[in-house]
């Protein structure tokens, strides 16, 4: 995978994660999304290539109360 490819999954796997980032999203992960999209970050901006660009975290959805 070239670098520009790297680039284009790291925007992707950043773009299909902005939901959690929201503040009326109730998920009791989110310091894994936030953690995650860092590490995404800091990758995207590195020249170079990138080993093992991670998965996002599955979301952990907050139960609603009764």
């Known amino acids: 995978m070239t670098i520009k ?5 790291i925007k992707q796997r950043l773009q299909d ?9 109730a998920i009791d992960n989110k310091d894994e999304f ?15 290539e990138i080993q093992g660009i991670p998965v996002p975290p599955d ?4 139960e609603a109360e009764t």
Not at 5 to 9: H, I, P
Not at 17 to 25: P, R
Not at 34 to 44: A, D, E, F, I, W
Request: net charge negative.
């Open 17 to 25: 994660t902005d939901y959690a980032m929201l503040s009326d999203v």
């Open 5 to 9: 490819e790297q680039k284009e999954l």
């Open 34 to 48: 936030t953690t995650y999209r860092y590490h995404l970050r800091q990758m995207y901006f590195a020249d170079y």
């Open 59 to 62: 979301p952990i959805w907050t």
